[in-house]
């Protein structure tokens, strides 16, 4: 018997030449170790998270398990944890105060793993986007997800841009700073993705 706990996938879908893409909801405490170490990495910064320590990040996620309008997610390849989903519903949240927020729309944060040990894999990243959007545009019917990754993060921005998404604005999302959150004022280049592009 294996000592592994064991999830409930909201979403699974075989990836050929990877392997099999499993989204389950994140378990806060259970997960935090996990997901410290990678928000703890410089690769991660535009996260926010560097910094804090496991507990913090697992009261963080904890709160949000709470939340009806905010979800983390966390993707695993073949059972070992390769990312972290966040959706979020825009006109909940300060990014539907910096564009027009259409039914339907819905938010993502993704936070990619880094490489383990089989190394980098080319064609890994877009793949797992394309689980990521297979979910939330297909399992939770949704007609569009907006991104907000930080201006300075080219990198992220050149991922969504390839991955079919188109750019938006930049705008300036509003500090947030309330008793269970803060959140700086942020610079971010919005970007969109129809479901008519992801899966025409």
Not at 58 to 70: K, N, Q, R
Not at 178 to 196: G, I, N, Q, T
């Amino acid at each position: 018997m294996s000592d592994r706990p064991v999830h409930t996938y909201v979403h699974q879908e075989h990836v050929d030449g990877f392997g099999t893409v499993g989204i389950r909801p994140l378990d806060a405490e259970g997960d935090a170790g996990v997901v410290h170490g990678w928000v703890s990495e410089e690769r991660a910064a535009f996260w926010g998270m560097t910094g804090l320590t496991r507990d913090q990040v697992a009261e963080i996620y904890a709160h949000m398990a709470g939340l009806d309008t905010h979800h983390a997610f966390l993707a695993e390849l073949d059972g070992t944890p390769a990312g972290l989903l966040q959706t979020y519903e825009p006109a909940e949240d300060r990014v539907g105060e910096c564009y027009e927020v259409r039914p339907g729309d819905i938010g993502v944060h993704v936070l990619l793993a880094p490489p383990g040990e089989r190394g980098v894999r080319p064609g890994w990243s877009a793949a797992l986007m394309t689980a990521f959007a297979s979910y939330v545009l297909l399992g939770l019917d949704r007609q569009r997800v907006v991104v907000d990754p930080d201006v300075r993060n080219e990198k992220a921005i050149a991922r969504f841009l390839r991955q079919g998404f188109e750019p938006g604005p930049l705008v300036t999302l509003p500090e947030i700073d309330l008793p269970d959150v803060y959140l700086p004022e942020k610079k971010a280049r919005l970007a969109f993705l129809r479901r008519e592009v992801a899966f025409p």
